[in-house]
C-alpha cells in the first residue's frame, strides 16, 4: 500500500488552483488562436485578440483570468493500492482549494441558495468543492479540476429524449440549448454532451467531457464524426465572440456516450466559457 501524505494532496491542489486562476492551459489558448485567424467578422476578430491579451496579462502579472472565479470541480481517482495518511481525501481537496483561491486572491463565489450570503465565515473560503470520486486500481491519484463559472454553468441543461429520437433528435436539443444560450456563457465556447446512462449520468458526463484537451478525438470513430457534425451546426448559428456576430461561437464539442435503458435516451449539455481553466496532474 501507497502512502501520501495528508499535506502533499493539499499542497498538489493548492498549486493547480493558483495555476489554472492565472493562466489559460495551452489547448484553450491555441484554440482562440485558431478562432482568431479564421474567424471572418473583423468585429469579432477583434474581441477574440482582446480574448488572447487578457489571457497574456493575466499570465504576465499573475492576475485572475476572470472575475468570475467559479466553483471548484473535481474529478478524482483513487488507487485502491494508496492511502492517505493524516487526513481523508475529501478535508484534503477542500482545504486545498481554500488555500489556492486565498493565496491567488480568487473571488469567494459560494453562497446560501436563497439569502445569497457568503459562506466563506460559515464552512471556509469558497467551499465546499464539487468532488466526484472515483474508486480505480492503482495506486495513484488522478486529479482533473476545472474552475466553473456561472454564465456558462447558468445555460446548460438536460433532458431525457424517447430513443426515436437518435442523433437528429440530440443534435436538435443540442443546437436549442446553444441557441437559447446566446451571448450570455462568454463565447467562443466549448460544449461538453453527455449521452446515454440515465439523468445523472448525462449530466455528469457532459461535464466531465470538457476536460479532454481541445483539439484531440475522440476515441469511438462514431462520436467523433458527430462531435465533428454539432460542431459545424453549432457555429452556424453565427453567435460568435462574446456575441457579436461571427463564424466561431464554439471552440469544439466533446461527448461522452454511455449505454442507457431501452426506453430512455438521456441528453445534457454543460457549457465551458473560453476561459477554460481546467488541468489534470497525477500524485
Not at 439523468?199 to 478525438?217: C, D, N, V, W, Y
Request: with cysteine; charged share 25%; glycine share 8%.
Amino acid at each position: 500500500m501507497r502512502e501520501v501524505q495528508f499535506e502533499t494532496l493539499v499542497k498538489a491542489v493548492r498549486d493547480i488552483i493558483v495555476h489554472c486562476g492565472t493562466v489559460l492551459p495551452k489547448d484553450a489558448y491555441q484554440a482562440l488562436q485558431r478562432a482568431y485567424n479564421e474567424e471572418k467578422s473583423e468585429v469579432s476578430r477583434e474581441v477574440l485578440k482582446q480574448l488572447l491579451e487578457n489571457a497574456d496579462i493575466a499570465k504576465a502579472e499573475a492576475r485572475p483570468l476572470c472575475q468570475d472565479t467559479g466553483l471548484a470541480v473535481f474529478f478524482v481517482k483513487v488507487g485502491e493500492d494508496v492511502k492517505l495518511v493524516g487526513g481523508t481525501f475529501r478535508d484534503a481537496i477542500n482545504k486545498g482549494t481554500e488555500q489556492g483561491y486565498q493565496d491567488a486572491y480568487l473571488r469567494a463565489s459560494t453562497c446560501e441558495p436563497f439569502s445569497r450570503a457568503n459562506l466563506k465565515d460559515k464552512i471556509g473560503y469558497n467551499l465546499p468543492a464539487i468532488i466526484h470520486f472515483d474508486l480505480v486500481p492503482g495506486d495513484k491519484i488522478d486529479i482533473e479540476y476545472a474552475a466553473k463559472g456561472g454564465g456558462s454553468e447558468n445555460v446548460s441543461r438536460a433532458t431525457v429524449l424517447a430513443p426515436a429520437a437518435g442523433k437528429d433528435g440530440v443534435l436538435k436539443f443540442v443546437k436549442q440549448v446553444i441557441s437559447d444560450a446566446g451571448p450570455n456563457p462568454c463565447p467562443p465556447i466549448i460544449v461538453g454532451v453527455g449521452i446515454g446512462g440515465t439523468f445523472e449520468k448525462a449530466a455528469m458526463s457532459s461535464k466531465h467531457a470538457l476536460f479532454r484537451e481541445i483539439g484531440t478525438q475522440n476515441d469511438d470513430q462514431e462520436m467523433n464524426e458527430f462531435e465533428k457534425q454539432i460542431l459545424v451546426e453549432l457555429n452556424k448559428l453565427g453567435i460568435g465572440a462574446m456575441g457579436m456576430g461571427g463564424t466561431q461561437t464554439v471552440l469544439a464539442v466533446h461527448i461522452e456516450a454511455n449505454p442507457c435503458h431501452i426506453a430512455s435516451l438521456p441528453v445534457s449539455v454543460n457549457v465551458q466559457c473560453h476561459s477554460s481553466r481546467h488541468t489534470h496532474i497525477v500524485i
